[in-house]
């Protein structure tokens, strides 16, 4: 017998079987319903995702072209910071080297220097004035004293209100020799 046969002989099979498809139909179109606003909503999230990535990578290229720039400026600095240092360097071995030329030139300069002290101070005293009177002084001990004997004289620091020792530096020891020799006689 043929399957339209039964439902011909049975008409409440027949609207049982008219219901389910019309329910299975309302089911399918209820659930595409669902789907379709679900994708939506999926479609939806996948722009929002793709547009925050998007924006990600934008500032993940800022951040990188900061930090290479901050990479470029800690090398200039490093760099700069290394050669004051070898500069530090340089010129702390020439400031020793300066200091030994200081301690040679006044070990030098000592064996050739006359202290004379109690000699009163002129206010504006300048180097001519201490020169005429150590020459005066020359000429007083019978010592003829040229100016090119004289390689310095100045005034050494000393409390105020009492006269200063005057330092005569001379250009040799014989001239030193010479000065001392005469005061004794």
């Known amino acids: 017998m043929s399957h ?3 439902y011909t002989q049975n008409p409440a099979s027949f609207q049982d079987l008219v219901d389910f498809k019309s329910e299975l139909l309302s089911m399918l179109k209820s659930w595409k319903s669902e789907q379709n606003a679900t994708m939506a909503k999926l479609i939806e999230d996948v722009t929002l995702v793709k547009s925050q990535c998007i924006i990600i990578q934008k500032t993940n290229k ?6 290479n720039l901050i990479r470029i400026q800690y090398e200039d600095v490093k760099g700069k910071i290394e050669r004051l240092e070898s500069e530090n360097k340089n ?12 301690q040679e030139h006044q070990q030098f300069s000592r064996p050739s220097s006359i202290e004379i002290r109690n000699v009163p101070n002129n206010e504006k005293e300048t ?9 005066q002084l020359g000429t007083t001990l019978n010592l003829e004293i040229k100016d090119q004997d004289i390689r310095d004289i100045y005034r050494r620091a ?17 001239n030193k020799d010479a000065f001392l020799t005469a005061v004794r006689r």
């Open 91 to 102: 010129i702390k071995e020439n400031l020793i080297i300066l200091e030994k030329q200081i």
């Open 62 to 67: 800022e951040i990188e072209t900061t930090v």
């Open 158 to 174: 000393g409390k105020p209100g009492t006269p200063k020792a005057i330092i005569v530096e001379l250009n040799s020891v014989q």
């Open 4 to 6: 339209s046969a039964n």
């Open 127 to 135: 180097v001519g004035d201490l020169i005429k009177k150590f020459k």
